[in-house]
């Protein structure tokens, strides 16, 4: 590289090292020294890496220590290791190294953040271990995910220059886990950039479009919130009040999830944006303060009745309090109004770390409940972290509901939750025992779905114990592992008789009882694991009479009938191993002597949408579409599993599509709708079925096009039809 170049990166690095000392505001030298030394050793430790940008890789985590320190505000020793947090896993230095430069919390952290390495099973997801390995460290250190959080963020920040599929995978990952625990954290303003960032890749056409709308409607908004809020702010100048207001513009990814979930167009979105009052008020006064604001701001404005949120007497789980309320404005419009004290602001911005600075006498707040309540989840952490994270998950982005027990204490489940959560939220020995409960003094089933305000009594008996269907009835990550950790108790106990079953039946046969000969059974059983081949002995699953059929062989089992020994998985442990080998595209059209693959019903992908080949355990390849429902959690939890794919050129081949129809109800419209697409625009449909409602008519439409454009044309001609209002692509029929 050019001297000059180096010279002006050289610069670049030390700029951006003393703008991270500049917003750490550390006072303490001791600190400033530590931070420095941290500094050099990272900078030495990556000096000839680069990042896939070109540019220096110490620019990384210099960048993930500003964020740490900036924007979640945390102190010297994350900062330390949010400079280091790559330096283990990518560079020759080891935990040890840390531990002697810079103490045993900064090597714990460091190690937590380092990821598993090593050739696993095919059969385990390594990227479910790793964000397994995180959370276990939450209920240690947070500081471990909030590092993590930070990297992500830059991570996603600089995400433009990776390839296409690496992109879906980091932007999956980012929604499936990271996202929600930003949240969880009440890490608000970076939850909802990894969200807009993962949706500027996994639907970067949608991205687009809202972001080009908010800004053609930014002037708009800014002279209808200065009209709307000017009636307020002299009120509350009147009042004596010290206060400030914001307008708070609601994120790319909730427009489109609201556009998704509720069928409205961009215009029709009421609380696009939000005001925000916030009062500089003492701690004391806070809650009268809020209220009066709200009296003040209802008085120029109606309130909905059924839109008041009083977060303030009940704050969430993560520590998030605001008094939340949406009026009506003079032009029509329903307007969201959001009013709370500088230090609930700092709270819902900062999250966990300004929770600890105004945290007072050791007092329990709803923070720690839930950091209490992760622990217990993790106390026996179910071994296959793929339903670890499942359960984990549940508790992260769950709305709330408040139940009382019979002494009136509160307890916080999540909406959904049932009589069964309710009892292993008291006591997990309460849960094993339920048999039932009463609710505001009825008596319900265990599956009874509970309400805020239910006052709940729950029925035990001695004689009860889990079994199997409780797993359909609960919601709560700690009702799961609870429930399944007992289950298996009660299978280990159970499989001590069939194991002692297949040792007698093996002595009588002459075949040594040894892991090898266990494995064969396995493969033979097509079973996962010794536990539940002695299990399904036990409770006659397995039938031992097919041993009689079996001869042994130099420490070998070798079956008479060797067609019945068809064994799935090492097919499938084959498929991934040469996936890992060719890592080729797999291209759908084409002759399919290679590849076995179906498309996935799940999504109906066409030619023209963007996809990937999902490789089953038994049922060859699936194609799904990159933002296809269940894409997140695929790509998240098994991205070894996946294979690149693209479309041939398929003018031949005819896909079904569906399409779903709204408008106004009128005679002849469905005659026009089908005569436009079976007649003019030649299209087979395969099944219609519209339904009218006081006037108002919606249909699904299930047709064969040939790609997106056939689709797309078909959709544009559609809309022209009279009393078509809105129709739109679905994907299952």
């Given at each position: 590289?050019?001297?000059?170049?180096?010279?002006?990166?050289?610069k670049?690095?030390?700029?951006?090292y003393?703008?991270?000392?500049k917003v750490?505001?550390?006072?303490?030298n001791?600190?400033k020294?530590?931070?420095?030394?941290?500094?050099?050793t990272?900078?030495?430790?990556?000096k000839?890496?680069?990042r896939?940008?070109g540019?220096?890789?110490?620019?990384h985590?210099?960048?993930?220590?500003r964020i740490?320190?900036e924007?979640?505000?945390?102190?010297?020793t994350?900062?330390?290791?949010?400079?280091?947090?790559d330096?283990?896993?990518?560079?020759d230095m080891t935990?040890?190294?840390?531990?002697r430069?810079?103490?045993?919390?900064?090597e714990k952290?460091?190690?937590?953040l380092?990821k598993?390495?090593?050739?696993?099973?095919?059969n385990?997801?390594l990227?479910a271990e790793?964000?397994?390995?995180?959370?276990?460290t939450?209920?240690?250190?947070v500081r471990?995910i909030?590092i993590k959080?930070?990297?992500?963020?830059?991570?996603?920040?600089?995400?433009e220059?990776?390839r296409r599929d690496k992109?879906?995978?980091?932007?999956?990952e980012?929604?499936?886990?990271?996202?929600?625990l930003?949240h969880r954290?009440?890490?608000?303003?970076?939850k909802?950039?990894?969200?807009?960032l993962?949706?500027?890749y996994?639907?970067?056409?949608?991205?687009?479009?809202?972001?080009?709308?908010?800004?053609?409607?930014k002037?708009?908004?800014?002279?209808f919130?200065?009209?709307f809020?000017l009636?307020?702010?002299?009120?509350l100048?009147?009042?004596g009040?010290?206060?400030?207001i914001?307008?708070?513009?609601?994120s790319?990814h909730s427009?489109?999830?609201?556009?998704k979930n509720?069928?409205?167009s961009f215009e029709e979105?009421?609380d696009?944006?939000?005001?925000?009052?916030?009062?500089?008020?003492a701690?004391?006064?806070?809650?009268?303060?809020?209220w009066?604001?709200?009296?003040?701001v209802?008085?120029f404005?109606?309130?909905s009745?059924d839109r008041?949120r009083?977060?303030?007497s009940?704050?969430r789980a993560?520590?998030?309090?605001?008094?939340?309320?949406?009026v009506?404005?003079?032009?029509?419009?329903?307007?969201?109004v959001?009013?709370?004290?500088?230090?609930?602001?700092?709270?819902?911005?900062?999250g966990y770390?300004?929770?600890?600075?105004?945290k007072?006498?050791?007092?329990?707040?709803?923070f720690d409940?839930?950091?209490?309540k992760i622990?217990?989840l993790?106390e026996?952490?179910?071994?296959?972290a793929?339903?670890?994270?499942?359960?984990?998950?549940?508790?992260?982005?769950?709305?709330e509901?408040f139940v009382f027990?019979?002494?009136?204490?509160v307890?916080?489940?999540p909406?959904?939750?049932?009589?069964?959560?309710?009892?292993?939220?008291?006591?997990?020995?309460v849960?094993?025992?339920?048999?039932g409960?009463?609710v505001?003094?009825?008596l319900?089933?265990?599956?009874?779905?509970?309400?805020?305000?239910?006052?709940?009594?729950?029925i035990?008996?001695?004689?009860?114990?889990p079994?199997e269907s409780?797993l359909?009835?609960v919601?709560t990550?700690?009702?799961?592992?609870?429930i399944r950790?007992?289950?298996k108790?009660?299978?280990k106990r159970?499989?001590?008789?069939?194991k002692?079953?297949?040792e007698?039946?093996?002595?009588?046969?002459?075949i040594p009882f040894?892991n090898?000969?266990i494995?064969?059974l396995?493969?033979?059983?097509?079973l996962?694991?010794?536990?539940?081949?002695?299990?399904?002995i036990?409770?006659?699953?397995?039938k031992l009479?097919?041993?009689d059929e079996?001869?042994y062989?130099?420490?070998?089992?070798?079956?008479?009938?060797?067609?019945?020994k068809?064994?799935?998985?090492k097919?499938?442990?084959?498929?991934?191993r040469?996936?890992?080998q060719?890592?080729e595209?797999l291209?759908i059209g084409e002759?399919?002597?290679?590849?076995?693959?179906k498309?996935?019903?799940?999504?109906?992908?066409i030619p023209?949408?963007?996809?990937f080949?999902?490789?089953?355990?038994s049922?060859?390849i699936?194609?799904?579409?990159?933002?296809?429902?269940?894409?997140?959690q695929?790509l998240?939890n098994y991205?070894y599993?996946?294979?690149?794919?693209?479309?041939?050129s398929?003018?031949?081949?005819?896909f079904?599509a569906?399409i779903?129809?709204?408008?106004?109800?009128d005679?002849g419209?469905?005659?026009?709708?089908?005569?436009l697409?079976s007649?003019?625009?030649?299209?087979n449909?395969?099944?219609?079925?519209f339904?009218?409602?006081d006037?108002?008519?919606?249909?699904?439409i299930?047709?064969?096009v040939?790609?997106?454009?056939h689709?797309t044309?078909?959709?544009?001609k559609?809309?022209n039809?009279?009393?078509?209002?809105?129709i739109s692509?679905i994907?299952?029929a």
């Open positions: 590289m050019i001297p000059i170049e180096l010279e002006a990166e050289k670049e690095i030390l700029k951006r003393k703008h991270l000392l750490s505001k550390l006072k303490d001791k600190d020294k530590l931070i420095r030394k941290a500094f050099d990272a900078l030495e430790a990556h000839d890496m680069r896939k940008t540019e220096p890789y110490i620019y985590p210099i960048e993930v220590a740490v320190a924007e979640i505000g945390l102190g010297a994350s900062i330390v290791c949010a400079l280091l947090h330096t283990v896993e990518d560079t935990l040890d190294d840390v531990k430069m810079f103490g045993p919390k900064a952290i460091i190690d937590g380092t598993i390495s090593g050739v696993v099973d095919h385990v997801s990227q790793n964000f397994r390995k995180i959370l276990l939450l209920s240690d250190d471990v909030l959080l930070a990297d992500r963020l830059h991570n996603m920040r600089t995400l220059s990776m992109q879906l995978k980091i932007a999956s980012t929604l499936y886990l990271f996202a929600p930003a954290l009440g890490l608000y303003s970076i909802s950039e990894l969200e807009d993962s949706l500027k996994t639907e970067p056409e949608i991205y687009e479009e809202i972001t080009s709308k908010l800004k053609k409607t002037a708009v908004r800014t002279r919130v200065n009209q809020s009636p307020i702010q002299k009120a100048q009147e009042q009040f010290n206060f400030e914001k307008a708070r513009t609601k790319i427009i489109f999830d609201k556009i509720k069928h409205v979105i009421y696009i944006f939000a005001i925000r009052i916030i009062v500089d008020s701690p004391e006064r806070e809650k009268a303060d809020c009066n604001i709200y009296s003040i209802t008085d404005y109606q309130p009745p008041l009083d977060w303030i009940t704050p993560n520590g998030y309090e605001s008094l939340h309320t949406t009506m404005s003079p032009t029509g419009k329903w307007v969201e959001q009013i709370r004290s500088q230090r609930m602001d700092e709270i819902a911005e900062k770390a300004a929770h600890w600075k105004y007072e006498g050791g007092e329990e707040s709803n409940t839930w950091i209490n622990r217990e993790l026996n952490p179910e071994s296959n793929i339903d670890f994270l499942d359960d984990f998950k549940l508790n992260l982005f769950a709305e509901i027990t019979p002494q009136g204490d307890k916080s489940l909406v959904g939750a049932t009589a069964l959560d309710f009892a292993f939220e008291i006591h997990s020995q849960g094993e025992r339920c048999i409960a009463k505001n003094t009825k319900v089933p265990l599956s009874h779905v509970l309400n805020s305000g239910d006052q709940v009594e729950i035990t008996s001695r004689k009860q114990k079994n409780w359909d009835y919601i990550g700690k009702a799961k592992s609870k950790s007992a289950l108790e009660d299978k159970i499989a001590v008789d069939g002692a079953t297949l007698k039946k093996l002595k009588k046969l002459k040894t090898d000969i494995k064969d396995l493969s033979f059983y097509r996962p694991s010794p536990l539940e081949l002695y299990y399904k036990a409770i006659n699953k397995v009479g097919k041993l079996v001869t062989e130099g420490s070998k089992l070798v079956w008479n009938k060797p067609e019945q068809i064994n799935t998985s097919q499938f442990e084959e498929a991934l040469s996936k890992g060719a890592d595209m291209v002759d399919m002597e290679h590849f076995d693959y498309i996935s019903p799940c999504c109906n992908p023209g949408d963007e996809v080949g999902f490789i089953t355990i049922d060859g699936k194609i799904h579409k990159t933002n296809c429902p269940n894409a997140v695929l998240s991205a599993r996946v294979v690149k794919a693209r479309w041939t398929q003018e031949q081949i005819a079904l569906g779903k129809v709204t408008g106004i109800d005679v419209i469905v005659n026009n709708i089908t005569k697409i007649m003019e625009l030649n299209v449909m395969r099944s219609i079925s339904d009218s409602n006037g108002i008519f919606e249909g699904t299930m047709v064969f040939h790609d997106t454009r689709l044309d078909l959709i544009k559609l809309k039809v009279n009393g078509v209002i809105n692509r994907d299952t």
